[in-house]
């Protein structure tokens, strides 16, 4: 079992920078591929970021690339998402995942195996 919980969400206005961060507990942390997904309202969860087990490796949806900033302490088994020059289209509920025993990147939520219970974030225009 692996357990993860997000933190740093609020309401922030445009072009303001947000902090998200997904503590895990259980299972050995650096085992796992994770990820960062959002939803907003009416619409379906969307990929933002994944990065693989020792963080050599990052990958990020159309929407947040250049902007949002993915990253892991393994010592720690914490995950980071950096968001900059915030956008009111950036609004939703942000979840981390994790694939348990894998590595590599992953875009499709079905294949992460837990998630986190969601950080709001929204920005105001």
């Known amino acids: 079992q692996v357990q993860l919980v997000e933190s740093g969400g609020g309401l922030v206005q445009a072009g303001a920078s947000l902090r998200l961060s997904c503590a895990a507990s259980?299972?050995?942390?650096?085992?796992?591929?994770i990820g960062w997904f959002r939803q907003a309202p009416g619409k379906e969860r969307e990929f933002v970021a994944a990065?693989?087990?020792?963080?050599?490796?990052?990958h990020y949806g159309d929407l947040v690339k250049g902007r949002f900033t993915i990253s892991r302490d393994n010592a720690k088994s914490t995950m980071s998402l950096q968001m900059n020059s915030l956008k009111p289209e950036d609004t939703a509920v942000y979840y981390c995942?994790?694939?348990?025993?894998?590595?590599?990147?992953?875009?499709?939520?079905?294949?992460?195996?837990?998630w986190g219970q969601g950080t709001q974030v929204t920005v105001s225009s």
């Open positions: 995942a994790a694939k348990l025993y894998t590595d590599g990147v992953y875009s499709r939520d079905s294949v992460y195996n837990y």
């Open positions: 259980g299972r050995t942390f650096s085992g796992h591929a």
């Open positions: 990065i693989t087990r020792i963080g050599g490796f990052t």
